[in-house]
């Protein structure tokens, strides 16, 4: 079955950088992505890799996908206040739709 | 582009009464899904279309949980009659591919 874990909470300081991590069960996973939700808003789409990927880097973002363990991490290099949110993780399988996890909240103190 | 359309924003209703949200993805979308959010069960998949057509429903709570799609650029979710446990973010989501889901700002709503 499907299913995708996620540490409940992070805090850094400002500058610092930032790790969330995630683990998956399903191993037919195809694509694997990270949302961002702030207070009362949409989720929004920030990366996503392919699961025949080992990295992939997008400006301040890095995830990193560990296949054989099914972990996926998401670095945030020089954390600003402005990243402080609710991070999901998510996979996608044949059946299209996506399975979130339960969320990261990153505080992120000046 | 807009982005993905919701609305209402916020909806308050007593319990018995219908309630429609509605749904205007991104022009050129073929895929529209339809999410729900609650502190309890987190963000799970209601349903989803892929051309107009339903695909998957298997996430509809039970008889009560409607969705249509009467064209390409709108789409409905129905609850009737409402109940408290029913409260929740509703988020509509679409995709050219089904891969990119981008989501709109969503509908709480407020069963009392």
């Known amino acids: 079955g499907e299913d995708v874990e996620q540490s409940l909470f992070l805090s850094v300081r400002e500058g610092d950088s930032s790790v969330i991590n995630c683990t998956y069960t399903?191993?037919?996973?195809?694509?694997l992505y990270w949302y961002k939700q702030e207070p009362g808003a949409g989720l929004q789409l920030l990366t996503y890799?392919?699961?025949?990927?080992d990295m992939k880097q997008d400006q301040r973002l890095t995830v990193l996908l560990n296949k054989k363990d099914k972990h996926l991490s998401l670095r945030i290099a020089d954390t600003q206040t402005g990243d402080s949110a609710i991070y999901f993780c998510?996979?996608?399988?044949?059946?299209?739709?996506?399975?979130f996890g339960s969320g990261t909240r990153l505080q992120v103190q000046p | 582009d807009a982005g993905v359309i919701q609305s209402p924003r916020h909806e308050v209703t007593e319990m018995g009464q219908e309630v429609t949200l509605r749904c205007k993805p991104i022009?050129?979308?073929?895929?529209l899904f339809w999410y729900r959010q609650t502190m309890m069960r987190g963000l799970e998949l209601l349903i989803y279309?892929?051309?107009?057509?339903?695909?998957?429903d298997s996430g509809m709570p039970e008889d009560r949980f409607s969705a249509k799609m009467p064209n390409a650029s709108f789409s409905t979710l129905k609850i009737q009659p409402s109940e408290p446990r029913d409260s929740a973010v509703y988020f509509c989501?679409?995709?050219?591919?089904?891969?990119?889901?981008?989501f709109g700002p969503g509908t709480r709503l407020t069963v009392t």
């Open positions: 989501a679409s995709s050219w591919d089904s891969y990119e889901q981008y």
């Open positions: 399903d191993s037919s996973s195809t694509y």
């Open positions: 890799i392919f699961s025949n990927m």
């Open positions: 998510a996979e996608s399988t044949g059946r299209r739709a996506l399975t």
């Open positions: 022009s050129g979308h073929d895929y």
């Open positions: 279309f892929n051309n107009n057509v339903p695909i998957d």
